[in-house]
């Protein structure tokens, strides 16, 4: 009797299996075809969490007298647009000459610093002839380094021309706060929304349970990573300039925007500051590097993690290996994101795994019933 079905049952089996598989490919044509799109919003979604908590310090109620008053939550983030816009403006004003002449400098010193580059490397192809390797070795060292040249002069050209590519994402500096505007002012009623879309009472706590957590891993780490941003661009900096180093400005500035492509980024700036006061004193290099490195050791051993404790833990083996997957899957944006996707990876493991915990060992009422946490499941 049950011999007719199994055809048809295996028929169903394999569209089902087909319909999963085409889902899955439109899915991810659909995802890189509308790359830049999702790449906006997580931009947006960065600057909400961002300014979220200054939107929430304007916003809460004031006590006068017997009354209480409450600005409405459209107007307080019209007023925290108002002041970033004019502290952005105020900063710019003071340090945007400054900045422009630093860079301007080091712009007009780049041919004499490619051909003393080039240099370095010409002394580099003369060692393996002092140190009379045999000539076999001489000459495979020598082709090795003629390649790491020509491979550096080509990633140095890439990095240019994609720092240039850069300037069709302008646009995104008006429509990231547009955005983030309704964002910021809607975020509440469509939670809720969708809260209130989900049956039933254990399904709607566990994702509640699961978006709070999200949140507070998302604003910890962004949040921590700003103030890491700040901090490094403002002390590295100050070091410099203090060490009487060329371009500090420019180089401050590139190492707080550094500082969010993790790994690549801090290594990047730290070998061009060592480049660049080479080719003006090694003495001065090697300071740099000392310095940099001391700076270094202290911030991702001590301050670093103190920042980013309360809202994300990660293994710094995590981390790596995370930005290496970044690298390769999205490039600079891969690795930049890379990071705070692995944190949300490992928030969705957890609650996944403390969902299988307690389905493989339910807590049970007196009276028998399934309790989820404080909730009990009829």
Known sequence: MLAPDRPRQ??????????????????????????????????????CYLIAPLVDLVERSLRFKNSEWRM???????????????AVALTLDYFAPLFSDQFSAFWENLPTYARQFDQYFKSLEALPGRYRLPPGWRQSLIDWIAATKLELFEWFKLWIDKTWRLVRFLPWLVLIPVIGF?????????????????????????????????SET????????????????????????????????????????????PIIGPLTLGLTAFLVASFHSWQSAFIVAGFLAIFRIIHDYLIYPRLISEGIEIHPVVVILAVLCGAELGGVTGVFLSVPVAALLIVCWRHWRDLQLNRANPILTPDGKQMTDNLIIE
């Open 182 to 214: 309704f964002f910021l002012k809607d975020a509440r009623k469509i939670s809720s929304q969708f809260l209130l879309s989900l049956p039933g009472a254990d399904l709607r706590y566990r994702v509640t349970v699961f978006l709070k957590d999200v």
């Open 10 to 47: 295996s028929r169903r089996t394999v569209w089902s299996a087909v319909l999963i598989v085409a889902t899955s490919i439109i899915a991810a044509w659909l995802l890189y075809a509308l790359r830049a799109v999702f790449l906006l919003l997580a931009f947006t979604v960065i600057f």
């Open 218 to 261: 998302l604003a910890g780490y962004i949040r921590a990573q700003v103030i890491a941003c700040l901090l490094v661009g403002i002390i590295e900096g100050t070091g410099l300039w203090l060490l009487g180093i060329s371009y500090p400005l420019v180089f401050g500035v590139a190492a707080g925007l550094f500082e969010v492509v």
């Open 72 to 86: 409405p939550r459209a107007v307080a983030i019209s007023v925290v647009y108002l002041a970033l816009i004019g």
